[in-house]
């Protein structure tokens, strides 16, 4: 095989390999799309809007191999939304859902979601809030990871450097 064939066939198993990995992370971007769509269609969309903060302290106790556990402090704040529902009440609500990015500021205008069946099932209509949590980021990279490795190993796998 000459040297031009074999730089050819390299940046064309590289481009295939890239675009399998577009592909994966389109259909998994629709699936996660369609069921929050799904999801949404059980909720009542209200305007509500920041009215203050909580500062929270927490401590996660971790428990360790040996039988000890450590322990993990730290301080957050958490908003403290109002909003008035159909029935006419203000509602307020402290919302102390772990989110990758949280950044709201006093008075904001937001959108929550209420949901139809239980009142008390209340969400932040938001990009970290609804539709993208962090477990499902770590299950893409791992699904990714997976996807990745199974390409590479078996689809890919006919042509070596020692074909050179």
């Not at 958490?78 to 029935?87: F, G, R, T, W």
């Amino acid at each position: 095989m000459s040297k031009k064939k074999y730089i050819y066939l390299i940046k064309q198993k590289s481009f295939f390999r890239m675009a399998f990995v577009l592909l994966f992370c389109l259909v998994f971007a629709l699936v996660v799309f369609y069921i929050k769509r799904e999801e949404l269609k059980e909720y009542t969309i209200y305007d509500a809007k920041v009215i203050g903060f909580t500062n929270v302290n927490v401590t996660e106790s971790v428990p360790s191999i040996r039988g000890s556990s450590s322990r993990t402090s730290y301080t957050r704040d958490i908003p403290i939304i109002e909003y008035k529902n159909d029935e006419g009440k203000i509602i307020s609500y402290e919302d102390g859902s772990r989110v990758l990015f949280s950044s709201f500021d006093l008075n904001e205008k937001i959108k929550v979601l209420e949901n139809k069946e239980n009142k008390y099932k209340v969400k932040v209509y938001s990009f970290f809030y609804f539709w993208i949590h962090i477990y499902e980021i770590i299950i893409f990279f791992l699904l990714l990871f997976i996807f990745y490795v199974f390409i590479s190993v078996f689809v890919f796998r006919d042509f070596y450097i020692s074909d050179f």
